[in-house]
């Protein structure tokens, strides 16, 4: 991992080379990395029952997948990676305007 992380929360962290989703695979746990050259997009959606608010890792929605987080039940916002597949991988940071602010910049998002 880069010595330049720009954010780390204990589950995300972004550095200079892309974002790392910790405890992504299950049941393994393994992290999962994604240089920023593979991000079509990023966006903030609300994070509600459908989305995965319920769960602790998984997804109730076929389209989502998130990583392990039990504190999804308090956080009202998630961050979702187009990756251009079907599935996108999508987390719930501590601070997703921040996140998403980092994420821009690196995917050159307006």
């Given at each position: ?6 954010y ?93 602010a ?9």
């Amino acid at each position: 991992m880069s010595s330049q992380i720009e954010y780390d929360d204990g589950r995300a962290v972004l550095d200079r080379n892309g974002v790392t989703l910790r405890h992504y695979y299950f049941p393994t746990g393994q992290s999962k990395h994604i240089p920023y050259g593979q991000i079509h997009s990023a966006e903030v959606r609300p994070n509600g029952w459908l989305t995965g608010k319920g769960r602790g890792w998984g997804t109730s929605d076929p389209r989502y997948w998130l990583p392990l987080d039990i504190s999804w039940p308090r956080k009202d916002k998630l961050v979702v990676l187009d990756l251009g597949g079907f599935v996108h991988p999508a987390f719930s940071p501590d601070e997703p305007d921040r996140v998403i602010a980092i994420l821009r910049q690196h995917v050159g998002q307006p």
